[in-house]
């Protein structure tokens, strides 16, 4: 299969194909990952840049992870302690990084855009691991893997996107990855979190949870992003939970071979109750172990793979 992408910023560039080659790829590192020694030479000699911007724990620690395990060198940078406080512009900071001659930059942002940005000035491989409330495709990669570790495949599988939708960067990636590779999607939430735009995707929309529930393989439940409201009515959290959370009352009515899906960070008792978080449907740590996996394996392709000597 032929992987001809230089960065990862906006899933919808992604063929069907370029996204089984991730997932096949990242299969593979799975066996890296189960050894005693986990770490294997692929991109050694190559410098990783994860400039994050905005707070994270799952991602930045797994693209942290996923780079030592491949024998990269990675610089962690962003945030506060940079000169971007003293003034200093994105182009300059981009500049002053890529004087060192590095191979790629992982950007979370806060703004929508910035990656794109950063391809433009910088001339690197650039990763988005998440911009404002644009895309976060490596977050929709993991979710893939671990739809397709779950049931054997992704065509057909009938998914439900649940809750804040219009806020979610998640949302704006998984949706079109998931109609790529074939699978039924249906978007739910409150009507004031909705996507605004009616034929989104070609997905339908509605504010019915109870009534979507008995038929779906995947329940995937979105975080309320109270940072990202900008004075939006939100409803309160114990109507939010009566009405869009998922509590054992709805789990009890799921397909007895359905899963439950949450990116992370979660609202227990918002959006998901604790006891739904840690039960036998959950898959919400089996996603956190493959943004390890994909991560591996979306830095080796973008990086050139075995068109540039590099070995899985
Ligand atoms: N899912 C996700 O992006 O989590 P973090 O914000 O912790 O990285």
């Excluded at 986990?38 to 996923?66: C, D, H, I």
């Excluded at 735009?197 to 779906?216: H, L, N, R």
């Excluded at 009352?249 to 439950?260: L, T």
Aim: charged share 25%; net charge negative.
């Amino acid at each position: 299969m032929a992987f001809n992408h230089k960065h990862l910023i906006d899933i919808t560039e992604y063929s069907a194909d370029d996204i089984m080659a991730i997932l096949e790829t990242a299969v593979k590192f799975k066996e890296v990952n189960e050894r005693r020694i986990k770490q294997v030479p692929t991109l050694k000699g190559f410098t990783v840049v994860n400039m994050f911007n905005e707070p994270s724990t799952r991602t930045r620690s797994s693209f942290e992870m996923a780079e030592k395990r491949l024998s990269a060198a990675s610089l962690n940078f962003g945030g506060s302690s940079t000169s971007s406080v003293k003034g200093e512009s994105l182009v300059d900071t981009v500049e002053t990084l890529c004087s060192y001659k590095i191979d790629m930059i992982v950007v979370r942002d806060k703004h929508a855009g910035v990656p794109h940005k950063i391809a433009d000035v910088s001339g690197v491989s650039v990763i988005d691991a998440g911009d404002g409330k644009h895309q976060h495709p490596t977050q929709a990669m993991l979710d893939l893997y671990t739809m397709r570790k779950n049931f054997g495949h992704l065509d057909g599988l009938k998914v439900a996107i649940v809750g804040d939708l219009s806020h979610s960067r998640v949302c704006g990636s998984l949706v079109p990855a998931l109609k790529t590779v074939g699978a039924d999607v249906t978007l739910v939430g409150p009507p004031t979190f909705q996507v605004d735009d009616p034929d989104y995707f070609g997905v339908p929309q509605t504010a019915d949870f109870d009534s979507v529930i008995p038929e779906m393989d995947v329940v995937y439940m979105l975080r309320v992003q109270l940072e990202r409201m900008e004075g939006a009515s939100i409803p309160s959290r114990r109507e939010y939970n009566r009405l869009w959370g998922l509590d054992m009352a709805r789990v009890n009515k799921m397909r007895p071979e359905a899963i439950i899906c949450h990116p992370g960070p979660m609202n227990r008792g918002m959006e998901i109750n604790a006891d739904v978080a840690d039960c036998a449907r959950s898959r919400i740590l089996t996603q956190v172990n493959a943004g390890v996996l994909t991560r591996m394996a979306e830095m080796y392709l973008l990086l050139g793979g075995e068109n540039n000597g590099i070995s899985a």
